[in-house]
């Protein structure tokens, strides 16, 4: 190979992987980084954080069958409440082991109920009333294979991926997928109207929108396990590929061309995500080449900032609380069963209205 071609596929591998922020930037968003332990015991994973209207902050445990089953059968997942000020409860129990949560400004928490014993579908609380309903259970006839993370825009619009990581069910879907929910029309009843926007090769895992609406974040992490069968073409056709794609909307919510934002190859995976008023987007990299960590990329794809937890535990959540809390970045991480919180220099995006 001649110098010309090293060169520049040398350049590729550099390009490909997410480039060491600048002390300066990473001052920006983290001034004084400390973390703070709100939680810590559970069997394994904590997952799904979301703020409330009241300053509530709620995140889930994923009680897996492989770990925290015990003489008395199989547990089914817990929701988990920090009220302002106060200690961690329990909200529900059994939360069919609920995964990814969002709550929308009418304090209407949207829930992804995953697989391993679980609901296999998406529900709305009401967290005013504690009104509970199932809107979303399978497509073209087939349930779901495990609703992992949602999302919510001004319209109402519920957006979740579906893809399979552990759990002994049929898998159902024989694709990865992300879908939308649209509101239900005056008389409707029942299950709301869904459409399957995205869906290849890849696990499409942790979403988000951006503050303005106009563009979808989608983590892939892709252990490399459960091919399925329907696959499409990927932005990132690896299997075992990791990395963060963004996707332009319309105003109906559809999804075009994609545009690689970071790409870790086989050596990380992007979990949970969360976005602040500037449309930052934090990440949660339980794995990385780099280590795992919060990392920060800005819009344009730079990455501002990394930040490991204590220990170097493995984060695959994160969220910003509301109110006084609104510069408070929350953490779940998996393993150690932990919530952590962290002050930063931002402010995170508001549910839209």
């Known amino acids: 190979m001649r110098l010309p071609m090293i060169l520049a596929a040398l350049l590729c591998v550099l390009q490909s992987h997410a480039e060491v922020p600048t002390p300066a930037r990473q001052q920006e968003f983290y001034p004084a980084p400390s973390f703070e332990l709100v939680h810590s015991g559970g069997c394994g994973v904590m997952e799904g954080i979301a703020s409330a209207s009241d300053g509530s902050v709620y995140f889930t ?24 000020g ?14 990814g949560l969002a709550i929308d400004a009418q ?8 697989a391993d014993y679980g609901g296999r579908r998406v529900s709305i609380t009401d967290l005013r009333t504690g009104a509970y309903r199932v809107v979303a259970y399978f497509h073209e006839n087939r349930q779901f294979n495990a609703p992992n993370d949602v999302a ?7 957006y979740f991926s579906d893809l399979r990581l552990f759990g002994p069910e049929t898998i159902e879907q024989r694709i990865n997928a992300v879908y939308r929910i649209d509101p239900p029309g005056p008389g409707a009843k029942g299950l709301w109207p869904l459409a399957r926007i995205l869906g290849d090769n890849s696990k499409m895992n942790g979403i988000e929108l951006s503050p303005d ?11 490399g396990t459960n091919a399925l069968g329907e696959q499409g073409q990927a932005a990132l056709d690896r299997t075992g590929a990791g990395g963060l794609v963004a996707y332009p909307l ?26 602040d008023s500037e449309g930052n987007v934090y990440l949660a990299l339980p794995g990385a080449a ?22 170097n535990e493995s984060p695959v ?14 953490v779940a991480t998996v393993g150690a069963g932990k919530v952590y919180r962290l002050r930063t220099g931002r402010t995170g995006s508001l549910p839209p209205r």
């Open 107 to 114: 304090d209407r928490m949207v829930t992804a109920e995953g």
């Open 152 to 158: 919510i825009d001004r319209a109402g619009r519920i």
């Open 213 to 223: 609406q106009r563009t979808l974040y989608v983590g892939l992490c892709d252990p």
């Open 250 to 275: 319309d105003e109906a919510g559809r999804p075009g061309a994609p545009r690689v934002l970071l790409d870790l190859q086989k050596s990380g995976c992007v979990d949970g995500m969360a976005t």
């Open 317 to 330: 959540n994160l969220g910003f609380g509301r109110g006084p809390e609104a510069g408070t970045l929350y």
């Open 86 to 99: 106060g200690r961690p409860r329990i909200f529900r129990e059994p939360s069919n082991m609920a995964a």
């Open 61 to 84: 445990e994923i009680t897996r069958s492989v770990g925290c089953s015990d003489a008395g059968g199989v547990q089914g997942g817990r929701i988990w409440v920090v009220p302002p």
């Open 290 to 311: 780099s280590g795992p960590g919060i990392y920060v990329m800005t819009p344009g794809g730079v990455l501002a900032a990394r930040l490991a937890l204590p220990h």
